[in-house]
């Protein structure tokens, strides 16, 4: 295992040298967390240890679109011009798959002058890790990732079914849990396993969730760049083992009509790096004002942030009653019913889990966000709402029943903004509109079965 902290290029050479790498696959993320980028050879690389793109290719929606005109063009020039890519050595990692031998480095977005491109996922996150670095404190996360194995399928006017597995039958009802529905795909997860072995991935255990075809992969607890850059190089790799053994893996929040959403739960907590000492605990075990005012900063912000967490529109089909997902942010211990969740641990281990974002998210976006709510908690002083007991799920809805809501309610929140940067409030919420522009033109086949003859 390679010790990746403050991995240099000459260890990075090294490293390659090592594997006989000869081509590089050069990725950044953009805002839906897409891998951009170019694939060099090596000694292209080496010799330039970077890149250039034009600005706007961290900054395209789903669909691939740019806004036209707008406040987006008051942050990214409409003269189109370069970023300069630079590579992180510590996110080096072997290219299983590749016939030749091949590496992928994620990026680091910067301008002409130096500075990080501010709407850069992964210069929101290193933004507001460095608030919490000032303080002295670790930010420590842990995901838990839930996708849908489906049948191959390359009509999009279909619904989406369960793949076959080893029986050659596919799944027709709730299977949380067993062994023996796992073992259906045995061949997939032990190539998933080779690979994430090969590519160094903290992959912790592999579950199988409420719905057909439905897993979970739960990632060991690590400082949050890092895990976003694991979860994003998982979603690469899964997608590539999916199509390997003829089905697809999709990380839509809601793929299936009548089968329970997709969602990444965040278990998240502070470190004192003086000390070691878990924030959320006091010295006698109990929990502490720190504990109480960031669950106050999630509650009072994750509703402005639900166009970060719950990022398209099929996102807001999970976030039901009776889906699994929760509907507001009323938090409890060891209450899954709730958005926001204090699982039962020791003090050192204590720790918040967001219950709220999607697997649709960008792992960045998401994490960078989850934690600026909780940060706003602490520095504010928010107080939360008394510990719900009982069934959330008999409250009322509170967080946005919509894409075209959460993006109303992010733009109307500077706190948000100040904290996250204000250029990439403004990029995220103009290329989000774009995108919900683009599906209010598709018909759905419910408009034409109820609409049709009967209005």
């Given at each position: 295992?390679?010790?990746?902290?403050?991995?240099?290029?000459?260890?990075?050479?090294?490293?390659?040298?090592?594997?006989?790498?000869?081509?590089?696959?050069?990725?950044?993320?953009?805002?839906?967390?897409?891998?951009?980028?170019?694939?060099?050879?090596?000694?292209?690389?080496?010799?330039?240890?970077?890149?250039?793109?034009?600005?706007?290719?961290?900054?395209?929606?789903?669909?691939?679109?740019?806004?036209?005109?707008?406040?987006?063009?008051?942050?990214?020039?409409?003269?189109?011009?370069?970023?300069?890519?630079?590579?992180?050595?510590?996110?080096?990692?072997?290219?299983?798959?590749?016939?030749?031998?091949?590496?992928?480095?994620?990026?680091?977005?910067?301008?002409?002058?130096?500075?990080?491109?501010?709407?850069?996922?992964?210069?929101?996150?290193?933004?507001?890790?460095?608030?919490?670095?000032?303080?002295?404190?670790?930010?420590?996360?842990?995901?838990?990732?839930?996708?849908?194995?489906?049948?191959?399928?390359?009509?999009?006017?279909?619904?989406?079914?369960p793949p076959r597995g080893r029986?050659?039958?596919?799944?027709?009802?709730?299977?949380?849990?067993?062994?023996?529905?796992v073992n259906e795909f045995d061949?997939?997860?032990?190539?998933?396993?080779?690979?994430?072995?090969?590519?160094?991935?903290?992959?912790?255990?592999?579950?199988?969730?409420?719905?057909?075809?439905?897993?979970?992969?739960?990632?060991?607890?690590?400082?949050?760049?890092?895990?976003?850059?694991?979860?994003?190089?998982?979603?690469?790799?899964?997608?590539?083992?999916?199509?390997?053994?003829?089905?697809?893996?999709?990380?839509?929040?809601?793929?299936?009509?009548?089968?329970?959403?997709?969602?990444?739960?965040?278990?998240?907590?502070?470190?004192?790096?003086?000390?070691?000492?878990?924030?959320?605990?006091?010295?006698?075990?109990?929990?502490?004002?720190?504990?109480?005012?960031?669950?106050?900063?999630?509650?009072?912000?994750?509703?402005?942030?639900?166009?970060?967490?719950?990022?398209?529109?099929?996102?807001?089909?999970?976030?039901?009653?009776?889906?699994?997902?929760?509907?507001?942010?009323?938090?409890?211990?060891?209450?899954?019913?709730?958005?926001?969740?204090?699982?039962?641990?020791?003090?050192?281990?204590?720790?918040?889990?967001?219950?709220?974002?999607?697997?649709?998210?960008?792992?960045?976006?998401?994490?960078?966000?989850?934690?600026?709510?909780?940060?706003?908690?602490?520095?504010?002083?928010?107080?939360?709402?008394?510990?719900?007991?009982?069934?959330?799920?008999?409250?009322?809805?509170?967080?946005?029943?919509s894409l075209s809501e959460a993006?109303?309610?992010?733009?109307?929140?500077?706190?948000?903004?100040?904290?996250?940067?204000?250029?990439?409030?403004?990029?995220?919420?103009?290329?989000?509109?774009?995108?919900?522009?683009?599906?209010?033109?598709?018909?759905?086949?419910?408009?034409?079965?109820?609409?049709?003859?009967?209005?």
């Amino acid at each position: 295992m390679v010790v990746r902290d403050n991995f240099t290029f000459s260890e990075l050479e090294q490293w390659l040298n090592q594997r006989r790498v000869t081509e590089i696959e050069c990725l950044v993320p953009d805002l839906t967390g897409v891998a951009r980028g170019k694939i060099l050879p090596r000694e292209k690389f080496t010799e330039d240890r970077g890149m250039r793109l034009p600005e706007a290719i961290v900054a395209i929606g789903v669909t691939g679109e740019f806004p036209e005109q707008g406040p987006y063009y008051d942050v990214i020039t409409p003269t189109d011009r370069d970023m300069h890519l630079q590579p992180d050595p510590t996110t080096v990692r072997i290219v299983p798959w590749a016939v030749d031998p091949t590496a992928q480095v994620i990026h680091d977005c910067f301008d002409r002058e130096g500075r990080l491109i501010p709407y850069a996922p992964r210069s929101v996150l290193r933004r507001i890790c460095s608030l919490f670095d000032a303080e002295g404190w670790l930010p420590v996360v842990a995901p838990e990732l839930e996708f849908y194995l489906i049948e191959r399928s390359t009509d999009p006017n279909q619904p989406l079914k369960p793949p076959r597995g080893r029986s050659g039958r596919a799944e027709t009802s709730r299977q949380a849990y067993s062994i023996d529905a796992v073992n259906e795909f045995d061949p997939l997860f032990e190539d998933i396993y080779d690979y994430c072995q090969q590519m160094e991935l903290n992959v912790d255990t592999l579950i199988h969730e409420v719905g057909a075809g439905q897993m979970e992969i739960n990632f060991f607890h690590d400082h949050p760049l890092q895990l976003a850059d694991e979860v994003f190089f998982f979603k690469r790799t899964i997608r590539e083992t999916a199509l390997r053994h003829e089905m697809y893996a999709t990380f839509m929040a809601k793929p299936m009509a009548n089968e329970p959403g997709s969602a990444m739960h965040v278990h998240q907590s502070l470190v004192d790096k003086a000390t070691g000492r878990n924030l959320f605990s006091k010295a006698d075990g109990s929990p502490s004002q720190e504990f109480y005012w960031y669950i106050g900063g999630l509650q009072r912000y994750v509703p402005a942030a639900m166009a970060l967490f719950a990022p398209y529109v099929n996102s807001y089909r999970r976030l039901a009653r009776s889906t699994a997902a929760p509907i507001n942010i009323q938090w409890g211990t060891d209450n899954r019913t709730v958005g926001i969740r204090s699982p039962v641990a020791n003090p050192s281990a204590r720790r918040i889990e967001n219950r709220v974002i999607g697997a649709d998210a960008n792992p960045y976006v998401a994490l960078a966000a989850t934690l600026a709510c909780g940060w706003l908690g602490i520095k504010h002083r928010i107080e939360p709402t008394p510990e719900c007991r009982g069934d959330a799920y008999l409250g009322e809805y509170g967080l946005p029943r919509s894409l075209s809501e959460a993006l109303h309610r992010l733009k109307e929140e500077p706190d948000l903004h100040e904290v996250l940067g204000q250029e990439f409030i403004t990029v995220y919420t103009e290329v989000k509109e774009i995108e919900h522009e683009e599906f209010m033109k598709v018909i759905s086949p419910w408009e034409r079965e109820h609409l049709l003859l009967h209005v």
